[in-house]
């Protein structure tokens, strides 16, 4: 009896262990069942979406980037396709193991580790870096074979930027670099379409037209809906929409005449503006020295950007949009007209030039300390009277000065369509007073005045300023914007649309003041200090040299070239327009511690004007010579322009 009890107990427990299971088995069931519905029916529009989305990716598809051209369309900027090698730091583990792995199977030079390094401290985490361009087929497939071994490493085609002629025209053409922060927090605060724009762009314009063109040039992204594998790799494509490749922008540059001078300029340091003054467009723009675009394009590397950036010569930096320096004696016209429109002298005035002229116990030079006599107008500007200009800054003061040269824009900005532009100086006693700290340092003195007239003091201007008011005077006093930009050309339609420029402003010079001016400055070219760099010219053209100092003399000290430092001569400068009778093109330029105007800067002009008025293109000898600074007529045989091959060096 006993047993059957035992029995019966167990039994009892057993089937009360069941109903418990099954009981819990059911809540179990009931609840999962819940969940079904909840997560089938409750959520099941929400979760369909989710899984979708981990099913497919939306990837931008970055647009081709506009190519750049000069105004006879030869390709300033263009693009090409290439492999890259690239690494994500975030998914490669350890990134040097990765790279010394790398390099046993693809060549990897410690430039590119250098560049890799740079842009990897520039970079976020997420993002993928090259380490290698331009891979070859050959090792493309060495890495296929072996990619299982490197996660977070990857092959890309990638389009890349490339300036076919190298450092000709770099400053205006700019170049294109990686988004750094700023940029990108730049960007941030665009309006949304543009934001979404650049979903997927790595590389930006930096500098010249590359920069300021940046939105026409870099086209409209398109998006590409793919299928992805667990491992979020595509595997087919669903959907897409194409990008939209950016417009072309054409320059006003002529890029012959731009290598011309360029080619003219040689290893020199300087700059050269010319400019149509009937219409305002920038026929050449040149800054020597130059550099090479090219190695931006990829992420430059710390050995060249060094020797780019401390260079005591600042190849990077842009002479004739930055660069400013006194005028010199190329000022000296500018100073008559204000005479002449003020009345404080007349064409006729003659004034005695005894080579010195003193204010206050100060005796102001003449070059060689030699007088030219009695002097008129005419003479002062065809013989570069220092003593003419001495006594007219006196006369009409600072501020009359300012206020004269303003309208013609030196030490204003010219609103040219490139970015990055300095003033320079125009000085005032307003201008005195803002700038310096100390009550003495803050008042004029009249003295200061003196060498305002002859282009040195306080002076500072761009040659593009001085082109503008050059090209002024050449078109009578008509003033037009500078223009670098001419049209844009629709990249599917091909419509080109030109670019609008500001309207001609009449600034109210009198005609006969006008005449005066220029009369003078054709006999710069005919009879004075420019006579010999263009005898024998097919036309007639109108200029004035100048030299200026680039570091102060003392009063009792005398100029000696060869007793200073390369960089502490005068600079060479020379202001033209040609033909004389009707401009065509109007030049500014400046010789950096070369010396005399006449002598350095002033045959690059009449090489300029060979080719743009009369077709001609110079010899190699006749080269040579401009370099040299050897100012008569040209020694070479000069060719016709048309007939002179290109492209002048071999496309990179």
């Known amino acids: 009896m006993t047993a059957m009890r035992h029995v019966e107990a167990d039994l009892n427990r057993f089937r009360t262990r069941i109903i418990t299971f099954m009981v819990l088995m059911l809540v179990c069931f009931g609840l999962l069942a819940m969940r079904l519905v909840y997560l089938q029916v409750v959520r099941h529009d929400d979760l369909l979406e989710q899984a979708e989305d981990n099913r497919t990716a939306v990837v931008p598809v970055v647009p081709n980037r ?93 389009l890349f930027r490339q300036y076919p002629w190298g450092e000709l025209a770099s400053h205006v053409v700019g170049y294109i670099g990686r988004i750094n922060q ?63 490749p950016g417009n072309t922008v054409v320059l006003t540059i002529d890029i012959k005449l731009q290598n011309l001078v360029e080619t003219l300029f040689g290893d020199r340091r300087g700059a050269l503006v010319a400019i149509d003054p009937k219409t305002g467009q920038v026929l050449a723009f040149v800054s020597k020295p130059t550099f090479d675009p090219n190695l931006f394009v990829e992420g430059i590397d710390s050995d060249n950007w060094q020797l780019l950036n401390e260079s005591i010569d600042k190849p990077l930096l842009n002479r004739a949009l930055r660069g400013t320096y006194p005028p010199g004696s190329t000022y000296k016209p500018f100073m008559a007209l204000a005479a002449l429109q003020s009345g404080k002298r007349s064409a006729s005035t003659v004034i005695n030039d005894a080579g010195s002229w003193t204010f206050g116990g100060h005796t102001f030079r003449s070059h060689g300390d030699t007088g030219l ?156 200090t420019s006579a010999r760099v263009f005898a024998g010219a097919p036309y007639v053209s109108a200029g004035k040299t100048g030299t200026a100092q680039a570091v102060t003399i003392g009063q009792k000290d005398k100029y000696d070239a060869r007793k200073m430092e390369e960089h502490q001569r005068d600079h060479a400068l020379y202001m033209a327009f040609a033909p004389a009778e009707d401009p065509q093109i109007a030049v500014a330029a400046v010789v950096e511690n070369a010396g005399f105007g006449a002598e350095h800067a002033a045959p690059i002009a009449r090489r300029v004007f060979d080719y743009w008025v009369s077709g001609l293109y110079p010899s190699e000898q006749d080269i040579a010579a401009a370099r040299k600074g050897q100012a008569g007529a040209p020694i070479g045989k000069q060719r016709p322009a048309a007939e002179v091959a290109w492209p002048p060096v071999k496309p990179q």
């Open 66 to 158: 506009g190519l750049i051209l000069d105004r006879n369309g030869i390709v300033l900027a263009t693009n090409y396709s290439a492999y890259t090698l690239e690494i994500t730091p975030a998914k490669a583990g350890n990134v040097e193991d990765t790279i010394e792995a790398l390099s046993q199977i693809i060549d990897i030079a410690p430039r590119d580790k250098r560049r890799f390094k740079k842009l990897r401290e520039e970079s976020k985490s997420l993002q993928s870096i090259p380490i290698r361009t331009r891979l070859s087929d050959a090792e493309v497939a060495r890495f296929a074979a072996q990619r299982f071994r490197f996660p977070g490493v990857d092959i890309k085609a990638r």
């Open 373 to 528: 006599g009695a002097v008129d107008m005419y003479r002062s500007i065809v013989k570069s009277s220092n003593v003419y200009y001495y006594s007219l800054a006196n006369e009409m003061g600072v501020d009359l000065i300012h206020d004269s040269m303003k309208p013609l824009g030196f030490g204003q900005a010219t609103g040219i369509d490139i970015q990055g532009e300095v003033r320079g100086v125009l000085p005032s006693t307003e201008w005195k007073r803002k700038t310096y700290k100390k009550a003495e340092q803050k008042k004029w003195y009249a003295g200061e005045t003196i060498s305002l007239g002859i282009g040195q003091g306080y002076n500072t201007f761009t040659m593009l300023q001085l082109a503008q008011a050059t090209a002024i005077l050449a078109n009578n006093g008509i003033k037009n914007k500078p223009q670098l930009v001419m049209a844009t050309q629709d990249a599917m339609t091909r419509q080109q649309l030109p670019v609008p420029n500001a309207p001609p402003e009449d600034l109210g010079y009198a005609k006969e003041n006008i005449e005066v001016i220029r009369k003078a400055l054709v006999g710069v070219t005919t009879e004075g």
């Open 182 to 244: 700023a940029e990108k927090a730049a960007i941030d605060d665009w309006e949304d379409d543009d934001q979404a724009n650049y979903r997927g762009t790595e590389y930006i314009g930096k500098l010249g037209v590359e920069q300021s063109f940046e939105k026409q040039l870099h086209g409209i992204t398109g998006v590409e809906e793919v299928e992805t594998s667990a491992g979020g790799r595509a595997v087919r494509k669903l959907d897409s929409q194409p990008s939209t």
